[in-house]
C-alpha cells in the first residue's frame, strides 16, 4: 500500500511520511525491532497513527489502532512539503544555482495552485544554502589547509 505515500525529510531533518492522496502527514516516533518504523500525526491533538513496513518499496499500514483523523486534511500542505524536499535534494545533489532551483520549485507550487504556501525567496534560500554546506567539503582556511594528493 505505497500509492499516494511519499517518505520526505521535515524542516528539523526528520522522517515525514506524506498521504499524498489524503492530505495527511505523520511524524516518525520510533523504530521496531523487526525494522519497521512508527509514525504519528503531526497534528498534536489527533491519534492517527501508521506503521512504514518496508522502505523500498514503499510498504505503509495503517494501525491496528483504528484512530481516525480528528482534524480536516491539508492536501496543500502535503504538496508544499514535497516541493520543499524536492528542492532541497537538488540543492545537495546539483550544482544549479539555489535561484534556478527556487524558481523551478515556485513553478512546480503555481501549477498545483500552492505558491501562496510556499516561503519567499531570501527564507527558502536559507535552507536550501544550508543543505547545500551540510554536503559540501569546508573551504581551506590557508595554504597549509590544501592537501594534493600524490605530493609529500
Not at 505523520?26 to 506503521?51: D, L, S, V
Not at 489502532?65 to 512539503?81: K, Q, W
Not at 544554502?129 to 573551504?139: C, E, Q, T, V
Request: proline fraction near 5%; aromatic fraction near 6%; charge should be positive.
Amino acid at each position: 500500500m505505497g500509492d499516494g505515500w511519499k517518505l520526505v525529510a521535515g524542516k528539523k531533518g526528520g522522517a515525514l511520511l506524506l498521504n499524498m492522496e489524503e492530505g495527511f502527514s505523520f511524524r516518525r516516533k520510533r523504530r521496531g525491532r523487526q525494522g519497521q518504523e512508527y509514525f504519528a500525526c503531526t497534528n498534536e491533538n489527533c491519534r492517527a497513527t501508521c506503521i512504514l513496513v518496508s522502505r523500498d518499496p514503499l510498504t505503509v499500514r495503517i494501525s491496528e489502532r483504528g484512530e481516525e483523523h480528528n482534524h480536516p486534511n491539508d492536501v496543500d500542505g502535503s504538496t508544499v512539503l514535497d516541493i520543499h524536499d524536492t528542492m532541497k535534494k537538488r540543492a545537495v545533489e546539483e550544482t544549479t544555482s539555489i535561484n534556478k532551483i527556487f524558481r523551478d520549485g515556485r513553478v512546480e507550487a503555481v501549477a498545483h495552485g500552492v505558491a501562496e504556501h510556499l516561503p519567499n525567496f531570501p527564507e527558502a534560500s536559507k535552507r536550501l544554502y544550508r543543505a547545500r554546506r551540510s554536503a559540501m567539503p569546508p573551504l581551506p582556511r590557508s595554504l597549509r589547509d590544501v592537501k594534493i594528493e600524490g605530493t609529500h
